[in-house]
């Protein structure tokens, strides 16, 4: 069975720029998380799907970062305009169902200088 | 609102001694419990999971935890360490039908000297 695939590995930006993480759960998974874990701290949830629509969306910085994950498979995290504070691991998680087992992908490791 | 404790944000523990990583949390209702183990640039991995039952958890890798509701605590134990444990481990809880997801405890980072 293949895992939670994400991309790309590593990012480096200048502040104000934007970027974008691509997320591909596991096949049949219809939970989908987006998590962000700064340096020292535990994962802190962004935004939760179910299918193609939003559970939880109360932690995401709706001014700067978008999330969405079309046709309930795929998913695409956004930050536009980048600030320093935002360099940290993002991390896409997916479960069967809601709070059963989430499966992680290696995340992906932002820079932002 | 739901939130985990983890006390100790590093233990270093000796090779072949045993190992307790403590977690406490807090939530009104019968929690679904997680530990994750991270490894430096690794997502994470689950080691085990509390939902229901035996309050006594078997999980990969020789792991085990323990429920306490009196206690809110959900440790995590390991009776002998090996130079291969060395990592950053997570506690977290899910909030059941609730429609919330996990919430992580902040991590404790495990050193093992040998």
């Known amino acids: 069975e293949a895992g939670v695939a994400q991309s790309p590995r590593y990012k480096i930006i200048e502040k104000r720029q934007s970027v974008a993480f691509w997320c591909n759960p596991i096949?049949?998974?219809?939970?989908l998380y987006w998590y962000q874990q700064i340096l020292g701290q535990g994962p802190k949830l962004l935004i939760q799907f179910q299918n193609n629509g939003v559970v939880d969306d109360s932690q995401l910085p709706k001014d700067r970062f978008s999330a969405e994950r079309l046709k309930g498979v795929d998913s695409t995290l956004k930050i536009q305009p980048a600030k320093l504070e935002d360099s940290a691991v993002y991390l896409c998680a997916s479960s069967l169902e809601i709070n059963t087992e989430a499966f992680f992908g290696q995340g992906t490791r932002l820079t932002v200088v | 609102a739901q939130s985990v404790t983890q006390p100790d944000i590093h233990i270093t523990v000796s090779e072949g001694a045993s190992l307790e990583l403590r977690c406490n949390y807090s939530y009104g209702a019968t929690p679904y419990l997680f530990w994750y183990v991270q490894s430096p640039g690794q997502g994470l991995q689950l080691l085990l999971k509390y939902f229901s039952g035996d309050t006594l958890v078997q999980g990969i890798k020789g792991f085990e935890a323990e429920f306490k509701r009196s206690q809110s605590s959900f440790n995590l134990r390991k009776p002998s360490v090996h130079w291969s444990d060395a990592a950053e481990y997570f506690c977290a809880v899910g909030a059941g039908q609730a429609g919330t997801a996990l919430i992580f405890g902040k991590g404790t980072t495990l050193s093992v000297s040998s």
């Open positions: 096949s049949g998974h219809a939970t």
